[in-house]
T-cell receptor, first 112, second 114 residues
Framework: RKEVEQDPGPFNVPEGATVAFNCTYSNSASQSFFWYRQDCRKEPKLLMSVYSSGNEDGRFTAQLNRASQYISLLIRDSKLSDSATYLCVVNRAGGGADGLTFGKGTHLIIQP | GAVVSQHPSRVICKSGTSVKIECRSLDFQATTMFWYRQFPKQSLMLMATSNEGSKATYEQGVEKDKFLINHASLTLSTLTVTSAHPEDSSFYIC??????????FGPGTRLTVT
């Protein structure tokens, strides 16, 4: 089983729609979870951290299910500028300043 | 503004030559930095952890003699790709942790070996 698995997509979604991505991770000792956004040929940028209680940042909502080792990202009222690759990211076991394990990413295309 | 810089942003070199990539934390100190590599349509893969004052820690399958890492100061880590070959062509990205969990990524270096 891969360490972090994501559906690669692409997800073609009309502007204004709601879209959800899922991700599973294999290392039950992981302590930190993130969603990063990566635009073509650019470095990844942190979109949001994912907390056990779930968290929301504007149109973005992240959920974590530790029992199922499952992370989700929901984007509401999608904009054209949301088109990007969304990376599910998990820290290495042990927490703290540690290397990150990236999923392959889910490619999202918002269509006008 | 950027908090981690990388130089150069793009480099083309001939097979057999060595290439040095610099990663700097701009307004904070980083005793640890990370080097990643991303091939087209692939995920970022951690190559090594750069440790200030001690040897780098390499991930399985990454040749330490080929990818030399030097953490020269609390704000600078360098990655040297020695005797580069076309299969080393990739997007190399560094990151530096700030605080307990947050990491900042450099803008990346696109290496093309001809």
């Amino acid at each position: 089983r891969k360490e972090v698995e994501q559906d690669p997509g692409p997800f073609n979604v009309p502007e204004g729609a709601t879209v959800a991505f899922n991700c599973t991770y294999s290392n039950s000792a992981s302590q930190s979870f993130f969603w990063y956004r990566q635009d073509c040929r650019k470095e990844p940028k942190l979109l949001m951290s994912v907390y056990s209680s779930g968290n929301e940042d504007g149109r973005f909502t992240a959920q974590l299910n530790r029992a199922s080792q499952y992370i989700s990202l929901l984007i509401r009222d999608s904009k054209l500028s949301d088109s990007a690759t969304y990376l599910c990211v998990v820290n290495r076991a042990g927490g703290g300043a540690d290397g990150l394990t990236f999923g392959k990413g889910t490619h999202l295309i918002i269509q006008p | 503004g950027a908090v981690v810089s990388q130089h150069p942003s793009r480099v083309i070199c001939k097979s057999g030559t060595s290439v040095k990539i610099e990663c700097r934390s701009l307004d904070f100190q980083a005793t640890t930095m990370f080097w990643y590599r991303q091939f087209p349509k692939q995920s970022l893969m951690l190559m090594a952890t750069s440790n200030e004052g001690s040897k780098a820690t390499y991930e399985q399958g990454v040749e330490k003699d080929k990818f030399l890492i030097n953490h020269a100061s609390l704000t600078l880590s360098t990655l040297t790709v020695t005797s580069a070959h076309p299969e080393d062509s990739s997007f190399y990205i560094c990151s530096a942790p700030r605080g307990r969990y947050e990491q900042y990524f450099g803008p990346g270096t696109r290496l093309t070996v001809t």
